[in-house]
C-alpha cells in the first residue's frame, strides 16, 4: 500500500501560478511512475501529467507548456508547477503512483484549485 498526500492547492486568479506537492509513503520501493489527475465539478477524474522514475514525462493536451511536473526519488515526492492558470483548470488534484503498469487504487484526500476571473 501507498499513502498519499497533496498540498499547494488554493485560490488564484487567472493567468496566476500554483505548485502542488505529494508525498508518497509506505511501499515507495515499488513505484514505477508517479502523476497529477484532477477532477473537475461534474466531471470524471482524468490524468494531467506523469513521471516516470526515470524522468520521462507526458502531458494532457489541455495544459502542454503550462505545467510542469517533477520529481524527486529521494523523497518520494512529486510535484506539479502549475502556470497561466485558466478558468477551466479549477478542480480537484490528486496525486498517484503507478505500480509496474498498473496505476494504484490508492489516492490521497487530493487539493483543492480554484481559479477566478
Known amino acids: 500500500q501507498v499513502q498519499l498526500v497533496e498540498s499547494g492547492g488554493g485560490l488564484v486568479q487567472a493567468g496566476g501560478s500554483l505548485r502542488l506537492s505529494c508525498v508518497a509513503s509506505?511501499?515507495?520501493?515499488?513505484?514505477?511512475?508517479m502523476g497529477w489527475y484532477r477532477q473537475a465539478p461534474g466531471k470524471g477524474r482524468e490524468l494531467v501529467a506523469e513521471i516516470t522514475r526515470l524522468g520521462f514525462t507526458n502531458y494532457a493536451d489541455a495544459v502542454k507548456g503550462r505545467f510542469t511536473i517533477s520529481r524527486d526519488n529521494a523523497k518520494a515526492t512529486v510535484y506539479l508547477q502549475m502556470n497561466s492558470l485558466k478558468l477551466e483548470d479549477t478542480a480537484v488534484y490528486y496525486c498517484?503512483?503507478?505500480?509496474?503498469?498498473?496505476?494504484?487504487?490508492?489516492w490521497g484526500q487530493g487539493t483543492h484549485v480554484t481559479v477566478s476571473s
Open positions: 498517484n503512483v503507478r505500480i509496474g503498469t498498473m496505476w494504484s487504487n490508492d
Open positions: 509506505g511501499r515507495i520501493f515499488s513505484i514505477s511512475a
